[in-house]
């Protein structure tokens, strides 16, 4: 059932606790597409984006846009190659917790990997990112 809503849904819904298969990292804090459909944003955190500026408003942690992502792609069992646009291919099982839209037809979630706990923690905790409550 939850893989039909998954497939069904881009954005899952509030509150709806679901695993999923990774394929793509874009950056630091999202998107990490899911090979079930969604797209996940981590939900709490920002890190500066791949080209390194930061968005107004959110917080601007020190590391690059591009030293952000390269962390969160170790946090999800490294680098599988990547596309020719520039995204890194990985593959981790997470299982997660939806918060609803992350904004750009992302689901904002906290996730969790094995051996490493909460993503979003793992990411603040390094320093690669900063926490951020965008509700």
């Known amino acids: 059932m939850i893989a039909a809503l998954l497939l069904a ?18 950056d630091g ?9 969604p797209r ?12 390194g500026s930061c ?6 942690p020190r590391p690059s846009g591009v ?3 390269d962390h969160l792609v170790v946090l999800l ?3 599988r190659g990547a596309t020719r646009d520039g995204h890194i291919r ?14 750009g037809k992302r689901t904002a ?11 979003s923690q793992a990411m603040i905790g390094s320093g690669y990112a900063a926490r951020w409550d965008y509700r």
């Open 29 to 37: 804090d999202g998107p990490i597409w899911c090979a079930e459909g």
């Open 9 to 26: 849904s881009v954005i899952v819904p509030s509150g709806q606790s679901f695993a999923f298969s990774t394929t793509i990292v874009w």
């Open 90 to 103: 990985v593959k981790a099982q997470l299982r997660c917790r939806s918060f609803g839209s992350g904004k």
């Open 67 to 69: 030293a952000a992502r």
């Open 77 to 79: 069992d490294g680098a």
């Open 109 to 119: 979630a906290n996730c969790s990997a094995p051996g490493v706990g909460d993503l």
């Open 55 to 60: 968005r107004a408003g959110l917080p601007c």
């Open 40 to 51: 996940i944003r981590l939900h709490g955190i920002a890190t500066r984006e791949i080209d």
